[in-house]
């Protein structure tokens, strides 16, 4: 039986985990990445990605707390997921809530939300204990479906 977690924080990745000074997302390009004093370089055309600094330290306070951490993303997955364990953040996420994929014209990703909220150890969660954290302005959808919203502006 898998454990309800007390509380659910779902991160988008482009402009809320990392922030360029393009208006870049992370696959836009097929590529690897590498850190250079602390900072994400893509190698096919050295655009640059900020991480924020303080993501290892909240990432490590969630999951001392109880709490989840989740990525809900439109971008290749395998793209984030090579990134995350560059950056040392692929350890923090529960791959149950790690929903991210690529799609074609608007994402929704508060439906992306929701698929993560209708897997078994994620049902029994009370949506108030959702906290959703993007760039974009979902805080109309995030109240349809129940759950908190931060808007990040970095």
Known sequence: MTKTPKKLFLFDCDQTLWKTTKSEY?????SKFYVK???LIRKSDGVVF?????????????????????????????VVISVLKLLDWWKFIDKEAFNVRFWVGP????????E??????????????????????YSKVAKNIGVNFIRVCI
């Open 107 to 114: 994402c929704p990703k508060e439906i992306m939300v929701l």
């Open 50 to 78: 900020y991480p924020l600094k303080e993501v290892k330290k909240i990432f490590t306070s969630i999951n001392a707390h109880g709490g989840t951490v989740g990525i809900v993303s439109d971008n290749k997955p395998e």
């Open 116 to 137: 993560i909220l209708s897997k078994p150890k994620f049902s029994k969660l009370n949506k108030k204990n959702v906290y959703w954290f993007d760039d974009g302005d």
């Open 26 to 30: 992370l696959s836009r390009i097929a």
């Open 37 to 39: 004093r602390g900072v």
